[in-house]
């Protein structure tokens, strides 16, 4: 075999083990990172009432911003939380797809696979989940707990711009250590 060059289904393999997220997954967590990015803009419009139009270029810059640091922090809490849910789900998706099997005569090696994809399937939906959720409330937590708090008798655009800010940074280093 040529250096560099797969069968289909090794591509298919590597594509499904890897911790590469698929584009279908990146584009999932893109647009859900956007959507909880654009959520501070609201509190800043109607809450601290800046002007949309006056501070528009601060929002879009910051929400860029913070999308790729949810976004970033949604890929890493996943790929930690993967193998941990993969782990503890094993033994119950070989029990499930043993009953489902009963009538069929399958080797042990299809057998182990079709346990090991339906587990990796399992284990990617759930930490996909999961992380989406996590990251969402913690940065929404991050950013209420330093704009009212911390930050309540600071300029409205200081504040819009460092609590958002420190938000998606900290969501990205929490979610960069262990979980």
Request: proline share 3%; hydrophobic share 40%.
């Amino acid at each position: 075999m040529p250096k560099g060059r797969f069968t289909k289904e090794e591509e298919r393999l590597i594509q499904e083990y890897s911790p590469q997220p698929t584009k279908g997954t990146e584009a999932l967590y893109y647009g859900n990172a956007f959507f909880v990015s654009i959520i501070p803009i609201w509190l800043a419009w109607r809450i601290m009432q800046m002007d949309l139009l006056t501070y528009g270029i601060l929002f879009v810059c910051m929400s860029l911003g913070n999308t790729y640091g949810v976004a970033f922090a949604y890929r890493k809490v996943k790929e930690n939380l993967r193998h941990k849910i993969a782990a503890s789900r094993k033994r119950l998706i070989a029990k499930e797809l043993e009953s489902e099997a009963k009538g069929q005569k399958l080797s042990r090696e299809e057998r182990d696979d079709r346990v090991e994809r339906k587990t990796n399937s399992v284990s990617e939906k759930e930490a996909t989940a999961f992380s989406i959720f996590y990251n969402n409330a913690l940065y929404l937590l991050i950013v209420l707990g330093i704009s009212f708090y911390i930050l309540r008798s600071v300029n409205p655009a200081v504040n819009y711009f460092l609590s958002t800010a420190v938000a998606a940074l900290v969501l990205a280093l929490l979610s960069t250590g262990p979980q």
